[in-house]
């Protein structure tokens, strides 16, 4: 492995086995994080951004989860055979996650600053009269006014846009190597939004963490990412340099993602465009590619058989669609 890789996921394979059958929720998912970098996870609710990064934590409920194959390689050690007890010594120190929803992540019968304080007392083994100053610090730094005063009040306390702010603070406390963040900016407003992204790029540049930013705001994407990743149903269908994704976006899906951005036309109004359809149900995924039911350009072969994801040029770009095949290799 490189030196520069700090996280790789190959070939994850995670599934959910039902009453209605077996979801394959990630199916085949691979790819690197390199040390400094920010790689940006996008996708329509329902493609399995979520659940690749909460099985990179092995925080997947099983049953009815379940981790079917592949390799999660942190520092050049598969971390998929560890135990419960190895896994909590690996989250919140070395792979911190920011989750999508504050208030069913926060404890309420506890402080928020007894919760930040944890994993501080925890990982870096301090007191926890200093546990809870650097708390309090982290608070400053999100943007929450008067945090010796929040840092006594609970969960059900602050509003949704300050639980946000928290559970960011808990999950840069520790100055992770690897961080997670889904959807971490979603209940914030614009101004905060900014602070937000400008303190985690800062983080970033002082310690060399890696980020993994799972967004549905493609502005956001093209502040933040190095690289994007673009998944569907479950799989990568195309993956690139954030700067190829924006100009030149292979997959019709990728390109009906950045069509769908709002637009002033030359009359002023806003034109929207929208992907026809819906993302579809993981026990009923269509023959072929998933994508080729809503997809304007879908040939035969497109409905009978699913592309493999395949590199194009030096292998950096990669794209899984059939109109791509003659121009990359396997």
């Known amino acids: 492995m490189e030196n520069n890789v700090l996280l790789e996921v190959k070939n994850l394979r995670t599934h959910f086995y039902t009453q209605d059958g077996i979801m394959p929720a990630v199916d085949g998912v691979s790819f690197k994080i390199n040390r400094g970098e920010t790689l940006c996870v996008v996708g329509e609710s329902g493609c399995g951004k979520s659940v690749t990064a909460m099985s990179i934590l092995k925080l997947v409920p099983t049953p009815p989860g379940k981790y079917v194959s592949g390799n999660i390689l942190f520092g050049g050690e598969d971390i998929l055979p560890k135990t419960d007890g190895e896994m909590r010594k690996i989250r919140g120190k070395d ?9 069913t992540s926060l404890n309420p019968v506890y402080t928020i600053g007894d919760q930040i304080a944890e994993a501080i007392i925890i990982h870096q083994r301090k007191k926890r009269v200093d546990a809870i100053e650097i708390a309090i610090n982290m608070l400053r730094k999100v943007g929450i006014p008067s945090p010796e005063k929040r840092i006594k009040e609970y969960p059900h306390q602050l509003s949704g846009g ?4 928290v559970m960011i ?5 520790c100055n992770p190597m690897v961080l997670i963040a889904d959807e971490p900016t979603t209940a914030l407003d614009v101004t905060v939004q900014a602070q937000i992204l400008d303190l985690m790029r800062k983080m970033q540049k002082e310690t060399g963490t890696a980020i993994m930013f799972i967004t549905h705001d493609l502005g956001v994407v093209a502040e933040m990412a190095d690289r994007v990743v673009v998944m569907y149903a479950g799989k990568i269908v ?3 340099a954030v700067e190829e994704i924006f100009d030149s ?12 951005i709002p637009q002033l036309d030359n009359s002023g109004k806003k034109a929207l ?3 026809e359809g819906m993302v579809p149900s993981l026990d009923e995924l269509p023959k072929g590619c998933a994508f080729n039911p809503r997809c304007k350009y879908a040939m035969d072969i497109c409905k009978e058989n699913r592309p493999e994801l395949i590199s194009l040029g030096d292998g950096s770009r990669k794209c899984a669609c059939w109109l791509r095949v003659g121009r990359g290799k396997r």
Do not use: K
Not at 249 to 260: A, K, R
């Open 273 to 275: 465009h929208v992907i």
């Open 95 to 103: 792979i911190a996650m920011i989750f999508q929803e504050p208030m």
């Open 238 to 240: 195309e993956e690139g």
């Open 162 to 165: 300050m639980r946000q702010r």
């Open 169 to 173: 603070a808990m999950a840069l406390s």
């Open 249 to 260: 976006p292979m997959h019709p899906y990728t390109i009906g993602l950045l069509n769908s």
